[in-house]
């Protein structure tokens, strides 16, 4: 039996493929491309064409530099597709133009599916992996995990670096909006009666990867995966961040950040920095494992035992 796996992850921002072996469980290579699904979703409520027909550009393009058949991938998409009142249309189009099959999964089970690739991850880094509050910043929802030890307690909160940031080209009220939501997740964190001062602080996800790569020292271009996996951030970097934006041009942020990612990485930083500010932590691990390379694992463990 072949121990090789494509899982296909389609954010509301990002497009993400994986080419996993079971056996080993290592990644053998992997694809991004930002699609910008949700563009225009707070709006207008639906999926745009001009999105779908990028969607299915850069499932086409995947297909050739990884060497796979779209139609034996499996595949997950998330908050723009749950939001959308046309996902199910959407869907069927992609499955007709490329043979590709996505299953819509809700908050909770992509927090699992993201834990359960953390959790390895962090084994993986020598880091420890019994308690740790987990955040996973998407583009239409954000979701945050506290981890103890074999049990924990997720939340997918209704917002992400997309929505967010194209409500606030509306209203320009982002500000006064994350002190809303400060107080909608210490609702959820107070719930939970932990003491969470023992609890180390890990990010996964774009703007925590991007942050980390610049601290290191690389752009969008060198980006080396390897090397962010396990690296610390701290509020201080995220200052630093902040200001390198204010004073560069388009084209050196899309250096840093890359095509597609511009119009959201100060927003994406804000609310890092809100999480941060919630948590009272003074810095974050940051894992560049995410959904994919969970639905992987997960599909490792269920369906390759023999």
């Known amino acids: 039996m072949n121990s090789e796996i494509v899982t296909v992850d389609l954010g509301s921002n990002s497009f993400r493929v994986l080419k996993y072996d079971c056996k080993i469980h290592k990644i053998i290579a992997e694809y991004n491309e930002v699609v910008g699904m949700a563009d225009g979703l707070v709006d207008s409520g639906i999926i745009s064409k001009e999105a779908m027909l990028r969607v299915i550009a850069a499932i086409n393009h995947s297909c050739k530099i990884l060497n796979y058949e779209a139609k034996n991938a499996v595949c997950v998409t998330t908050a723009a597709m749950r939001k959308a009142s046309n996902s199910k249309e959407v869907l069927e189009f992609f499955k007709n133009e490329t043979g590709i099959n996505f299953e819509i999964i809700d908050g909770d089970e992509e927090a699992r599916l993201t834990l359960l690739a953390v959790k390895y991850a962090l084994k993986r880094e020598k880091i420890n992996s019994?308690?740790?509050?987990?955040?996973?910043?998407?583009?239409?929802?954000?979701?945050?995990?506290?981890?103890?030890?074999?049990?924990?307690?997720?939340?997918?909160?209704?917002?992400?670096?997309?929505?967010?940031?194209?409500?606030?080209?509306?209203?320009?009220?982002?500000?006064?909006?994350?002190?809303?939501?400060?107080?909608?997740?210490?609702?959820?964190?107070?719930?939970?009666?932990?003491?969470?001062?023992?609890?180390?602080?890990?990010?996964?996800?774009?703007?925590?990867?991007?942050?980390?790569?610049?601290?290191?020292?690389?752009?969008?271009?060198?980006?080396?995966?390897?090397?962010?996996?396990?690296?610390?951030?701290?509020?201080?970097?995220?200052?630093?961040?902040?200001?390198?934006?204010k004073d560069s041009s388009q084209e050196e942020i899309t250096r840093l950040v890359g095509r597609g990612r511009v119009e959201f990485i100060e927003v994406g930083i804000f609310i890092y920095k809100t999480i941060f500010e919630v948590l009272n932590k003074k810095e974050s691990i940051v894992l560049d494992d995410g959904l994919r390379e969970g639905v992987a694992i997960n599909y490792c463990l269920t369906k390759c035992k023999n």
């Not at 955040?135 to 979701?143: H, Q, R």
């Not at 107070?190 to 890990?202: C, P």
């Open 130 to 245: 019994d308690n740790f509050i987990l955040l996973d910043i998407g583009g239409g929802s954000t979701e945050i995990i506290v981890n103890t030890k074999d049990d924990y307690k997720a939340k997918s909160f209704d917002f992400g670096i997309v929505t967010m940031t194209q409500k606030f080209l509306k209203t320009h009220d982002l500000h006064n909006d994350l002190e809303n939501k400060k107080i909608e997740i210490k609702k959820f964190l107070d719930s939970l009666n932990l003491d969470l001062t023992n609890y180390s602080f890990v990010a996964t996800a774009g703007t925590p990867t991007t942050i980390a790569a610049i601290k290191l020292g690389q752009d969008f271009f060198s980006y080396d995966r390897n090397i962010v996996n396990g690296a610390t951030v701290n509020l201080e970097d995220l200052i630093f961040c902040l200001n390198i934006f």
